[in-house]
């Protein structure tokens, strides 16, 4: 099959995006609002981008009626957001934490998620989440306008918390101990313990 974008509609798409880009980690959002309500939204069009600087982006779309997803607007009002990772025994809550429900309710309520405060920003971390990127914005990218349309949110890590408990021998998380899931195509998800290892090769100079 080959595929024109241009042909497809936007709904048809976005469907071949999730179904083949796989797996993708999932950027558990936490924001507060300028009149102090929390936020918590899941977003897997997620990546980190590099480490100078210390940054990563992910890809809130516009909401069917064109406007910003609660998570966006608190991010261009307060330029503050933390991305925590969401370990298996969080499904439910991550999911929970999805629903669409107005600013002033907080999805931290909502889907019975403990709080902690974090060491360098204003919205909090999630408590059971092993790791938790605290940034600020460093870039805001909205490449259309209008329902649907895809935001850019690059971030700048300002401070990183890794939980004790899934630090490895060589002080690095350990992916065993992390047991994060990512995100497959429609209501699929998968489990970081299928694993192999695959030494880099070396080139003759
Ligand atoms: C696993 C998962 C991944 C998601 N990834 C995205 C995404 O990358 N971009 C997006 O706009 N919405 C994504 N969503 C939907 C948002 O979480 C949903 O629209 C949410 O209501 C946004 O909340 P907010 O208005 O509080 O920001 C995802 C939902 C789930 C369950």
């Known amino acids: 099959m080959e595929l024109n974008p241009d042909q497809l509609s936007a709904a048809v798409l976005y469907q071949h995006l999730i179904r083949t880009i796989?797996?993708?980690?999932?950027?558990?959002?936490?924001?507060?609002?300028?009149t102090g309500t929390t936020n918590l939204a899941p977003f897997s069009f997620f990546t980190g981008v590099g480490s100078r600087p210390p940054s990563l982006a992910f890809c809130p779309s516009n909401r069917r009626d064109g406007s910003f997803k609660d998570t966006l607007a608190n991010i261009l009002a307060t330029r503050?957001?933390?991305?925590?990772?969401?370990?298996?025994?969080?499904?439910?809550?991550?999911?929970?934490?999805?629903?669409?429900?107005?600013?002033?309710?907080?999805?931290?309520?909502?889907?019975?998620?403990?709080?902690?405060?974090?060491?360098?920003?204003?919205?909090?971390?999630?408590?059971?989440?092993?790791?938790?990127?605290?940034?600020?914005?460093?870039?805001?990218?909205?490449?259309?306008?209008?329902?649907?349309?895809?935001?850019?949110?690059?971030g700048r890590i300002l401070h990183l918390h890794i939980s004790e408990s899934v630090?490895?021998?060589?002080?690095?998380?350990?992916?065993?101990?992390?047991?994060?899931?990512?995100?497959?195509?429609?209501s699929t998800y998968c489990r970081t313990q299928d694993r192999f290892d695959l030494p880099r090769p070396e080139f003759p100079r």
Do not use: Y
């Not at 092993?130 to 990218?141: K, N, T, Y």
């Not at 630090?167 to 429609?186: C, E, N």
């Open 80 to 154: 503050q957001f933390v991305i925590c990772v969401v370990p298996f025994a969080s499904v439910e809550a991550m999911n929970l934490s999805s629903a669409e429900v107005s600013p002033e309710d907080s999805e931290f309520l909502l889907a019975n998620v403990d709080a902690e405060p974090s060491a360098t920003v204003r919205p909090p971390r999630v408590k059971l989440s092993p790791v938790a990127f605290e940034c600020e914005l460093l870039q805001h990218i909205a490449l259309e306008s209008g329902p649907g349309a895809a935001n850019l949110v690059l």
């Open 22 to 34: 796989l797996p993708r980690p999932i950027a558990w959002v936490s924001t507060i609002s300028p």
């Open 167 to 186: 630090l490895g021998s060589d002080g690095f998380a350990d992916p065993q101990l992390l047991d994060l899931i990512g995100r497959m195509g429609g």
